[in-house]
DNA sequence: AGTTAGTTATGAATCGTTTCAAGCTTAAGT
DNA sequence: ACTTAAGCTTGAAACGATTCATAACTAACT
C-alpha cells in the first residue's frame, strides 16, 4: 500500500541505503542525489514506517506517563509540562490515567513495556511497590512524579505534602477554627495521606483542636459534593468549623454541597481550603484557598531527571528532586 | 537485552512459530505445551516487541486524535469518551495538542503518519482544509470532531454551535439586555464564528439590540480575565450589559475580571453566559450559565464512527451526526 | 495393513528501516 | 602514469513477531 524505501530508491534510481542517507544524514549525500531522491519522496507521499525505524534501532522515540486523573488540571498541567520538556529532545509523552486503580496501572506499564519506551513519569496509584519492583527488575528507567518512597534508589520529584498539609491545616487554626475536618480519598494515596499527616501534625501543637477524617472513593469534584452535602446533614453541632479538602477538585464540590439548599455558609460557617491551587480555584463561589504546587515545572523537571537516569544511571546527581509547597489564601478561609 | 520470541522458543524447547501461537492462538497448541512456553515467558520476562508486531501486520492498533485544548474540561471529556470507546477495541488513543496552530496540528499529523494510525480525530484549528485533504489523498481515514465542514464526504460529529449561540444571545435578550458583547476567539476557529453567527441571529430578530464583538488571541482563562479587565476599564456608558463568551474557560476569566478592583457585578451590572458547561460551571464565583454540549458522547460517537469508516469507507450509514446544544442557566444570567 | 482425518509443530519467508564494510569515482599530489 | 585521499554510493544483514505451507504424528476407520 504505502510508498516504502525501497519504492522510493527505485523512482529515484538509487539505492535503499542512499534513501535512508538522505532521511537521516543529507550531509553526506551528494545534493543533487539529496534533490532527486527528495523529488521521489514527495511524488510517492513517502512516510517513514515507524514501527520498522524503532524494530531496527530496538527503541522508541517515547517516554510513558502515568497519572492519577487526566482530567484535573493539577495532572493536566504536569502532563504538560512534560511534553514540553520531552519535546526539546524529539521524544513523545504518551500518556495514561490510571483512575487512582492499580489494575489500569499496570496495564499501561505493560503497554509501555511492549512498546519499548525509553522510560517511565508515574504518580503510582497505590504505595505498594509492586509495580515499580518489576519495571526495575525490566531495567526500565522510572521517575516518580508527586511522589516519593523510602528505597532511595527511585528517582522521584515532589512537593513535600506534610510541610503541604501541616501549612493548610495551621492556617485554618490560626484562623480560630478549632474543630478541623479532612476530607480526603483513598489512603493508598500517599498524597491524601502525607497531607493528613501534616495536618495532624498542626493540630496536635494546637491544644483543644480536633481533626476529624472522612474518606471518599476518590478526588472528584462530585465527591466533595457528596461530602458537603453529607455535612450539611448533621446536627448542627456534629458539623466541622473548618475543612480541609485533600485537592482542589473535593474542594469545588464541597463548596458546591456545602451550599446546596442553601445550607452552609463558607467561610462564615465552614472555612475551607483546598489543595494544588488550580487555575479555576480562585474563580470558584468563594475563591478558593489553596497549597500551591508548581505543576508545570514538576513535569518539566520529571523529564529532566528520567534524561539524566537514562543517560547515567550511576550518575552523581540529585536523585530526589523536592519543590516547597506555598500556602495561598483567599476568601474561603478568611472572614 | 530484551528476551524475544526465539529466546523463548529455545528455552522451551519448541519453534518460534508455537510460541507465536501460544500468544495469539493458545487453543490451537496442545495444553502442556502453553503451560511449558509460558513457563519460559515468565522465567525470561518476555515482553512482545510492538514495533516488530506492527511492522509485520502492516498497521498499529492506535488511532490519533488531535484537540485544541487539552486543558480544557470540555476537550478533556471529549478524549475520555473517545478513550472509552477505543479500549472496546483494544485501540489506544495517541493525544495531541494542537493549541489551536496550525504548523502544530500539521507536526502531528506526520508524527501519526509515521506510527501507522488506524485513523484520525481531529478538531481542526483553521478552517483551512489543507490538513484535512491531505489525511484523505493519504488514505487515512477522519472524523471530524466538534466542527463540521462544507464536504459532506467528510465524517463529522459535532453540536450546532450557530444554534448554540442562537440560545445563549436568545436568553441575554430574553433577560432585557441589549447591548450585547461576544467575546471569542481567533475567526480562524470555526466554532467561535458559527457560535457568534447565531448570536448576531438572535440580535437582529430583536430591534434596538446591539452587540460588539472582541476577539482574543485564544479560548483561556488567562484571556478572559484580560477582557475582563478591559471592559471594566472602560467608561461605564461604553460597557455591555450582557457577554456572551466562545466557551467556559473565557467567562471564568471574565468574571474574574469584571470583579476585580471590586468592579462589575455579576450578573446584575453585567450577565454573562458561558459555552460546554464544565464541570466548574456551575462552581464559580458566579455559577455560571452556559451551552451544555455532550462531550462524551462526542467523544464515543467519534470513534464509533470511525470504526464504521475504516470498516466499510462506501458505506450506507450517517456520516454527519450532530447532536444538539442545550442552554443551562444559572445566576451569572439571570437576576 | 492401509487409508483417512485430525491434531500439533515446524521453520523459512516477510514486513521496512538502518547500518556498515566494501566498492566505485574523481581529484589532487608526486 | 601511479598513488592516495576524499567523497559518494551500494547492498546485504539485522531487528523480532507473524504467517502459512508443510511435515510429523495419532487415532479411527475400513
Not at 87 to 100: A, F, R
Request: glycine share 8%.
Amino acid at each position: 500500500m504505502a510508498a516504502s524505501v525501497r519504492d522510493v530508491a527505485v523512482a529515484a534510481a538509487v539505492s535503499v541505503g542512499t534513501v535512508s542517507n538522505v532521511l537521516n544524514r543529507p550531509e553526506k549525500v551528494a545534493p543533487a542525489t539529496v534533490e532527486r531522491v527528495m523529488a521521489a519522496i514527495n511524488e510517492l507521499g513517502f512516510v517513514r514506517n515507524d514501527a520498522a525505524r524503532q524494530l531496527r534501532a530496538g527503541r522508541s522515540r517515547s517516554i510513558g506517563m502515568i497519572v492519577l486523573d487526566a482530567g484535573n488540571p493539577f495532572f493536566a498541567a504536569v502532563a504538560r509540562g512534560a511534553e514540553e520538556r520531552a519535546d526539546e529532545d524529539h521524544l513523545s509523552v504518551l500518556l495514561g490515567n490510571s483512575d487512582e486503580d492499580v489494575d489500569r496501572e499496570s496495564a499501561y506499564l505493560d503497554l509501555f513495556r511492549e512498546q519499548r519506551v525509553n522510560g517511565v513519569l508515574i504518580t503510582p496509584a497505590s504505595s505498594a511497590t509492586a509495580n515499580l519492583e518489576r519495571l526495575r527488575t525490566a531495567g526500565i528507567p522510572v521517575v516518580l512524579v508527586d511522589h516519593e518512597i523510602a528505597d532511595t534508589s527511585f528517582c522521584s520529584v515532589s512537593v513535600d505534602d506534610v510541610e503541604g498539609g501541616h501549612l493548610a491545616a495551621a492556617h485554618l487554626l490560626q484562623q480560630g477554627r478549632r474543630r478541623l475536618m479532612f476530607v480526603g480519598g483513598p489512603s493508598s494515596i500517599a498524597q491524601v495521606t502525607n497531607r493528613l499527616e501534616g495536618a495532624r501534625r498542626a493540630v496536635s501543637e494546637v491544644s483543644g483542636a480536633t481533626l476529624e477524617v472522612i474518606e471518599m472513593p476518590a478526588l472528584t469534584v462530585l465527591n466533595g459534593r457528596a461530602a458537603g452535602e453529607a455535612i450539611v446533614a448533621r446536627e448542627a453541632s456534629l458539623r466541622p468549623d473548618a475543612v480541609f479538602a485533600a485537592n482542589d477538585l473535593l474542594a469545588v464540590g464541597l463548596v458546591q454541597g456545602l451550599r446546596i439548599f442553601g445550607g452552609l455558609r463558607v467561610p462564615e460557617d465552614i472555612a475551607l481550603i483546598g489543595y494544588d491551587d488550580i487555575d479555576f480555584a480562585s474563580a470558584a463561589v468563594v475563591p478558593l484557598s489553596s497549597v500551591r504546587q508548581p505543576a508545570e515545572e514538576i513535569g518539566h523537571t520529571a523529564v529532566e531527571l528520567l534524561l539524566k537516569t537514562i543517560a547515567d544511571p550511576e550518575g552523581d546527581y540529585e536523585r530526589r528532586v523536592r519543590f516547597r509547597p506555598e500556602l495561598v489564601v483567599r476568601e474561603s478561609s478568611s472572614v
